[in-house]
Every structure is written in structure tokens, then in C-alpha cells.
């Protein structure tokens, strides 16, 4: 299990202190934070629990949001920037947003159209955070979401659009996060994610369950459970020289229910037999 | 309203008949049918009704689902090609199919996860009935389909893939449909459909609801209910040389229970102030 991260949402009933005594207790190398959970166990506090566990901070969800071109935002990420700096993560995870206006889940009469405009604002904070982030030595991992959620999470929607956006940076400055649920469908993503090399900052699986579920954000399942062919693009990762941690990260509404030393368990058994053989 | 046609599961409880009298009650040039509602009207009675009333068929919808390889799946092809060729639809709308195994809409224990497999067959499948559909003088129009859709409808996900898909064809024999639901997400839209051309068959339009409803088919809407800019892309499909109709294709459980009068009445509206301007 030497390269098994769990994200903390896949346990997400569990604290910092409860997910980091999991991994402990499971033999989990890793762990993936969320900026929110980690407020309300403290920093400091997270920065000794993971230290005194040995684990690694595969990453730290997230920082983005950045289309509606305010400054609030751009401070905001500083903040995301300085915790993930604090935390020694390997990335800050960016979703990037949706279109501005557009609230997930939720009827957004006053969305803003303009998805170019979205897509180039995005860029434009990139070039102001990405000086900043250099500088406390955090690596920016620009995240392409599912085409689903392109208008109310992140107009970012393809790997090769990532790399686009991450090419006028250094690759330890600006990475990418590949998300088997994200990318699956790609026909080009094995060809991109050849391409990105370096640029890999994070490989992330979960599986794409069928049907998706009414909530489509929580259609995301254990490896196994759904659509998604591992193999593939787990081969192509390793090809193009990625040897950091593997995040399993799954928003799953049954998952959240279950007791998580048992999905735990799960994710483990399915890791060894679907990711690392 | 000369280059409105009106697909008819945009009016769905309107039987061929009905949807004839509405096109000619609203002025509508043409329309795009169904193959279960042709066969139901009866095939013959369909042209006269069609020809009677001075409409064009801008397509019929569909051939396609041709992922899991079976001579059945061909046969039922060659029938959509004939039956276009009777109407003289200006294209057989082709849907690919999704993962074999997996049902729409329903829990699919047995997928077969093979996705680069399925796409191979697809066009395996194509290079079979492109000489058939020649011969009959009828044109097949790719279909890319959002990637939400992969999993069950089809494995052709972007109007990138589309076009390598009918690279191999003549432009007149296999086209592509540009769907505005399908593509308005993707980063490389307004490249591909200047790549497109000639090959352009079919320009769709209907709006990305947000939220989606829990059936993520029912999530097109009428134009200027939902997400998208229509502009950029009508204009694009416009430079790529398309002269043709457009047609409007909804599936909208709140559409479908509505007077189809008055969903006609606003497409219509709504196509001059968003499409036609």
C-alpha cells in the first residue's frame, strides 16, 4: 500500500485526527486534506498529527474559483496557498470554477455566459498566484473536472486544455491532476497524458458509476463499481513517469454512510487488485 | 423561420401527422423524425404527409448503437438507411453506442469496460454500411455526444473525434452533427467546427439546463433556459460553410407536458432572438 493516499472526503464523516489514525491503523502512506477540515482541527495541530503519523500530504483540496476575475478570490488562494506551504502537501488542487453566477446545485438565473471570457480569467489569476506559490515552494495542480460540471465548477474540462494553461510555467510550478472519474472518456487523454510527463502532480481513482446518481457531483464510486477501465490509464501514468502517491478520492453518498474503517478495508482491497497489479 | 426545423420529440406527444399540421401552422420549414414515430405513422404515409406539405426532412433519427459488434445491431442499420432514403432525409443521424452491457438509465452489472475496443467496433461497423448507405444516396452524420453519455449512449464524445472518425469517407457520404447540448463545453468546439466544413450535416440546437434533473437526458432546455452562448458557435458553423437547416431537439420532461402549441411558439421565438439574429 506504500503509494495509496486517501483523501480525507472518501472518509469524510471522520476529522483530521480520526483519517489520519485511520491511514496509521490501515497502513495508508498518505493522506489528501481538505482545506476546511483542516481549519476546524487547527493547522498546527494537523502539521504535528501527520508528522507524528509519518504520513505524507499527497495534496491539499482545494484552491480555484477563479472566473469571476475579483480580488477576494485571488486572496483566498493565497490563504490555500500559505496552508498548503504550512501542511509540506506535494499540491494545491485548483478547480478552477464554473461559469460566474452559476451556483452548484442550485437554479442560477443570472449566469454569466461567456465561457471564453471564464476560461481567460482563469489564466489571468493563474499568472498572479503562480509567483506567489513559487515562492513558499507549492506546486499548483490544475485539476480538468468532467465536462458535467462544466458550468457550475470548472470550465477547465480536458486534460490537454490543463496543459494548455499549465505550458508557459515550469512543471514544478504548475502540474495537472489526473482524475480517472474526470477523464476516462477522453479519446485523447491517453496521448495527453503522455504529453504531460512532469506535469503530473497528483493521479487520482475513483470509478464512474452508472446511473449517475439525482446529485450528479456524487456519481463517483469505488474502483471497481463502475465504468471506468483502470489498466489504461494507470499504465499511462506510470509511462509517463509518475511515481508520487495515488489519491482515492470518492464523493458518494452510500461511502459516506458506511462505516469508514469498512470502506477503507474496501478501498484497499480494490486498489491492490484493480491499481497496483 | 426558413431554416427553423422542428425535431419532433421537441413536440413529443404530437404524433408524424400532428407535427406535420404544427410546421405548417408555425411557418416551420422542416423537420426531423423519429423512426418509431414513422413507423407508427407508417412509412408511406409519412412521405405523402411530408411531401404534401411542402416540408424537408433535415434528418431521422437514428442509426447507430453499434459498439457491441452484433450483425443485428448492422441489420437494423441497413433498415435506418433505407428508411432515410425513402424520406429523403438530409441525414441519418448515427449514435454510436454506449459501453456494451450497460442499459441506460439502469444499474449494468455486466459492462464490458473495454472502451477503446467499443470505439474500434464503431468503426469497423461504419466501414460496413458507408458503401450500403451510398448506394441508397444517404448520408450518415456522426454524432458526438456529451461525455456524460459515454457509459450508455455513446462512446463518441467530441466533435474532434467525430471528424478522425469520418476522415476516411467522402464529406457527402459521412458528415457530423454539431449539437450545441453536446459540444458548447468543449475547449476545442470553435477549431473543430472550422476543421468540420462541408462535413457539417446537421446543426442542433437546444440549451445545458443547470441544474441537471436527476435523468440527465432530460437536461436540454429551450434556447436561453440554460448555460450556454449561443452565438460563438452559430456563428462558427455559419463560417464553416453550413447553409442548412437547424434544428431543434429537446427531451424536457416540463417541454413535453407542455401545450406543444406553445413550446412551438416559443422555439420559434427564441430561435429568431438567439440563433437567427
Not at 192 to 209: E, K, M, N, P, T
Request: aromatic letters at 6%; one cysteine or more; hydrophobic letters at 45%.
Amino acid at each position: 500500500m506504500s503509494r495509496l493516499s486517501l483523501n480525507q472526503w472518501t472518509t469524510r464523516r471522520w476529522s483530521v485526527a480520526e483519517a489520519v489514525e485511520g491511514c496509521v491503523r490501515h497502513g495508508v502512506g498518505a493522506i489528501g486534506l481538505w482545506r476546511q477540515d483542516v481549519a476546524a482541527q487547527g493547522l498546527d495541530e494537523t502539521v504535528k498529527l501527520v508528522a507524528d503519523a509519518g504520513l505524507r500530504v499527497s495534496s491539499l483540496c482545494r484552491g480555484g474559483f477563479l472566473t469571476s476575475g475579483d480580488r477576494e478570490a485571488l486572496d483566498d488562494n493565497r490563504r490555500a496557498i500559505d496552508e498548503a506551504a504550512t501542511l509540506g502537501a506535494a499540491c494545491l488542487v485548483m478547480v478552477v470554477g464554473g461559469l460566474p453566477g452559476v451556483t452548484p446545485g442550485e437554479p442560477s438565473p443570472a449566469v454569466d455566459r461567456d465561457l471564453a471570457g471564464a476560461r481567460e480569467r482563469v489564466a489571468g489569476a493563474l499568472a498572479e498566484l503562480v509567483p506567489y506559490a513559487a515562492e513558499r515552494g507549492v506546486r499548483l495542480a490544475l485539476e480538468p473536472l468532467h465536462p458535467m460540471y462544466c458550468a457550475d465548477r470548472a470550465v477547465l474540462s480536458t486534460l490537454g486544455q490543463a496543459l494548455d494553461l499549465a505550458e508557459p510555467y515550469p512543471a514544478e510550478r504548475v502540474g495537472v491532476v489526473v482524475d480517472t472519474f474526470h477523464v476516462w472518456w477522453d479519446p485523447q487523454v491517453l496521448a495527453q497524458i503522455a504529453r504531460a510527463g512532469d506535469r503530473i502532480a497528483s493521479y487520482q481513482v475513483c470509478d464512474h458509476l452508472h446511473p449517475l446518481p439525482a446529485d450528479v457531483l456524487l456519481g463517483r464510486g469505488v474502483m471497481g463499481d463502475g465504468v471506468i477501465d483502470f489498466a489504461p490509464l494507470t499504465r499511462a501514468v506510470a509511462e509517463a513517469g509518475y511515481t508520487g502517491d495515488i489519491e482515492v478520492e470518492i464523493f458518494n453518498a452510500d461511502v459516506w454512510a458506511a462505516d469508514p474503517d469498512e470502506v477503507l478495508a474496501r478501498v484497499k482491497a480494490r486498489f491492490a487488485e484493480l491499481i497496483e497489479r
